[in-house]
């Protein structure tokens, strides 16, 4: 007889991360649950506050202008 063979281990529950102040794009994605395409979109038309640190880098955010930019979206949707 083999005691616990059938016991499955239990996952550890991950606890979500804070937010960095610098964000990468899947950062920024999963901080405004939006996908890629339309964090891109909302880039090229100049929608949302974003930086590259080189020409031709890679697409940053900072946090705190992300919550402003969500804070005034929703400011526009209540009037």
Known sequence: ?????????????????????????????TFLAIHRNTLYKLISEGEIPAFRLSKGGRWKFRRTDLEDWLNDRKARSVR
Do not use: G, L, Y
């Open 1 to 29: 007889m083999k005691p616990f063979s059938n016991v499955q281990p239990q996952r550890a529950f991950r606890t979500p991360a804070v937010s960095p102040e610098i964000m990468s794009v899947s950062q920024a994605c």
